[in-house]
């Protein structure tokens, strides 16, 4: 986004609490400089959820004399409904916090307690008619179209870095890309290749659950696996590596509103593997592609080795996902913010 706007003679500001990252760290990470302004707000000591609607309260003042407001809070609740804002949704928070109530919930100090934000999202039911709603896929807008009286103005698929060099296949090699979350279920994936043991599975990620990764590699010991390989903190090379390399690629969050990192496998050539749910359905539009549970993969995996279709579907795919370039991206988001910004 920022890239478009530099490009446009924009120099953004991002208003925020808080940031870690430095036009040195994004010149460093990216490859490329850009140009924007950090400025923080004062934080208050609130839970998670509460957080997020009192920023959007507290940025309004700070706010109010801009041309154009870009809104990735993926929540209007709190904007000042004369702002002039484009929001990229790339999960409605309502959506998150519409679930039943449990006695968990009610207690949960550090996020949400008694739900009393929940229940402001419940009688938060419209958004403002300047206010621009663009999803990150057509699952996202359709839970956002439940929860709102209004529809999505347009979907606006995240861009996706898929310039891999081609790698030499390794037949039995299997990888799953991730940071090491339970909702990422790699601890089934590790269950999984029990029934797999001819083949091998590299589990890349980010470590920021210590508690969770232990729990992968007590597992895997324990289970006396030696097709597992806990890959933390890879640097982009050993990623691309074992990506290009590669022959499956596996991504078990469920609901998930997009998925890069499954654009990221099927780029690096390999054929993906993806619960049968969530935006997965979009970037994966091949059902003998999806399953339904971890223990459905082993006969998937040795069905699709046997098939003599995986060269045709890994060109399709690969094909397919041309449209997730990031000069797609950047070629929507150009048209979004000449449609919202004042033309003199």
């Known amino acids: 986004m920022t890239k478009v706007l530099n490009a446009m003679g924009i120099v953004p500001d991002f208003y925020c609490y808080r940031h870690r990252l430095n036009l040195d760290d994004i010149k460093a990470h990216y490859g490329e400089a ?8 004062k934080e208050p000591k609130l839970p998670f959820e509460w957080n997020i609607t009192r920023f959007n309260s507290d940025v309004n003042p700070h706010v109010k004399g801009y041309d154009l407001v870009i809104n990735s809070n993926n929540t209007s609740l709190g904007l000042n409904p004369k702002l002039n804002v484009l929001s990229y949704v790339h999960y409605p928070r309502k959506a998150r916090l519409m679930g039943g109530i449990s006695l968990k919930k009610l207690v949960d100090v550090g996020r949400d307690p008694l739900q009393l934000n929940a229940l402001r999202y419940r009688w938060h039911t419209q958004v403002s008619s300047n206010d621009l709603q663009i999803a990150n896929s057509a699952f996202t807008a359709e839970r956002f179209e439940e929860h709102y009286e209004s529809k999505v103005d347009g979907i606006l698929y995240p861009p996706v870095n898929i310039d891999f060099k081609e ?5 039995k090699r299997i990888v799953s890309l991730g940071r090491f979350s339970p909702n990422k279920r790699q601890l089934e994936q590790i269950k999984m290749m029990a029934q797999l043991p001819e083949y091998e599975l590299y589990l890349i990620g980010f470590k920021n659950d210590h508690a969770y990764f232990d729990t992968c590699a007590q597992t895997i010991k324990s289970l006396g696996l030696q097709n597992v390989h806990l890959v933390a903190d890879a640097s982009e090379e050993e990623r691309n590596e074992l990506l290009t390399s590669a022959t499956f690629f596996i991504h ?23 619960h049968n749910s969530g935006g997965q359905r979009e970037v994966v539009p091949y059902a003998e592609l999806r399953y339904e549970s971890e223990s459905d993969i082993p006969e998937l ?18 094909k397919h996902v041309k449209s997730y370039e990031s000069s797609a991206f ?9 449609q919202k910004l004042p033309t003199s």
């Open 34 to 41: 850009i140009q924007l302004n950090f400025i923080t707000i």
């Open 167 to 171: 790698g030499k296949k390794v037949p």
């Open 301 to 318: 995996v040795r069905g699709l080795e046997k098939s003599d279709q995986i060269a045709e579907l890994r060109t399709s795919l690969q």
């Open 330 to 338: 950047r070629e929507q988001f150009k048209k979004l913010l000449e």
């Open 252 to 274: 078990s969050l469920r609901e998930e509103p997009f998925g890069i990192t499954t654009v990221q496998g099927i780029g690096a050539g390999c054929l993906p593997l993806v």
